[in-house]
């Protein structure tokens, strides 16, 4: 279950839940609907507690951003574990779903209208993935 923890208008933060999958899909498209209806056209999603992402998440996290960028809004993400960021490195989504370190750095991000790809002063994270951006 999606648990949104703080909106301020059209800016969204909401908490995944653990696993990101074919069996949470359903309820997490259920409450994205229900945002997107409320007027949400900047979403952060809060990944810190999650463990485990699998194709059906990552598909609906794409048709998420597609949803909001069509209404001039923007998705990104806070706080991914090691492995989720070396699994978006390897798939190359990085520069589609922009990630930061913590919730208030994407928060603030999102809140300016910016949703690029983080450098290393946004994440902090100063060594990188092999030349990958630093999600």
Aim: proline fraction near 3%; charged fraction near 25%; include cysteine.
């Amino acid at each position: 279950m999606l648990d949104v923890v703080h909106r301020d208008n059209d800016l969204v933060v909401a908490a995944l839940p653990e696993d990101v999958d074919l069996f949470a899909a359903e309820s997490l498209r259920a409450e994205i609907e229900r945002l997107l209806g409320l007027g949400c056209r900047r979403l952060v999603l809060d990944a810190s507690r999650t463990a485990y992402l699998d194709s059906t998440g990552v598909s609906l996290m794409l048709s998420w951003r597609r949803r909001l960028e069509e209404r001039q809004g923007a998705l990104v993400l806070a706080g991914p574990n090691e492995h989720l960021r070396r699994m978006m490195w390897i798939l190359g989504l990085e520069e589609i779903l922009p990630a930061y370190a913590t919730v208030l750095e994407a928060q603030a991000r999102v809140g300016r209208g910016l949703s690029q790809r983080p450098t290393t002063e946004d994440t902090g994270d100063t060594q990188g993935l092999e030349g990958a951006s630093e999600v």
